[in-house]
Structure formats: C-alpha cells, structure tokens
C-alpha cells in the first residue's frame, strides 16, 4: 500500500531553519506531483508549496517565498521542504501529499497523504 512519511519536524527558535523530508513507497514516484500542507490548531488546512513530477517547476504560498525551497529526488523517492527564516505563525503540523494530475493549492485533488511532521517554532 502507499505510504508517505514525513520526518525533520521539532522544536526551533524564530529566524532559525529546519528541513522536512517525506519518504514515499508503493507507488511510482516519478508520476506524482507532491505537495506540502500544514494545519495549525482550531484552522484549516492551507497549501505551503508543492512540486512538479520532475521538480522542473515549483509553487509557493505568498507567505513563504523565499524562505521556504521544496525539491524532490526522483532516486531516493523523497521530497523536501527546507524551511529558513521560520517566524511562530509557521508553528503546524506540516503534511506532504502525493497527486496524479498536476500540481494543485487545494487539498482535495491529492490520493495521498502523511501522517504529519509537527514543527513549532519559538519567539
């Protein structure tokens, strides 16, 4: 069956950096674009970046250009979220997701998900 799992999540202080990693199995890596999504307590979840089959092309949430890079390694079946300058409203449980179509900002067009990586970050 397919399992996505994310790792790298901890306890960080503002301004510092962390980088998330999510493994993928059963499934062919290469034809799915991933996403990142994170949820914060008593919110909804909202789209962070996601990447293209190939990691040829990438988009972001407005709020974390240039601070955060997501990237892929077809080989290893694993992508990424290196995450700098991280500010507390970053604070989330932070999902990776694989989708069969493109790219998308919302969750719904996503087959898979992790189970979350949870990421706080202090003042």
């Known amino acids: 069956q397919v399992q996505l799992v994310e790792s790298g999540g901890g306890l960080v202080q503002a301004g510092g950096s962390l980088r998330l990693s999510c493994a993928a199995s059963g499934l062919t890596f290469s034809s799915y674009a991933m996403g990142w999504f994170r949820q914060a307590p008593g919110k909804e979840r909202e789209f962070v970046a996601a990447i293209t089959w190939g990691g040829g092309s990438t988009i972001y949430k407005d709020s974390v250009k240039g601070r955060f890079i997501t990237s892929r390694d077809n080989t290893k079946n694993t992508v990424y979220l290196q995450m700098n300058s991280l500010k507390p409203e970053d604070t989330a449980v932070y999902y990776c997701?694989?989708?069969?179509?493109?790219?998308?900002?919302?969750?719904?067009?996503?087959?898979?998900w992790g189970q979350g990586t949870q990421v706080t970050v202090s003042s």
């Open positions: 997701a694989a989708n069969r179509g493109p790219p998308a900002v919302l969750p719904r067009p996503y087959d898979y």
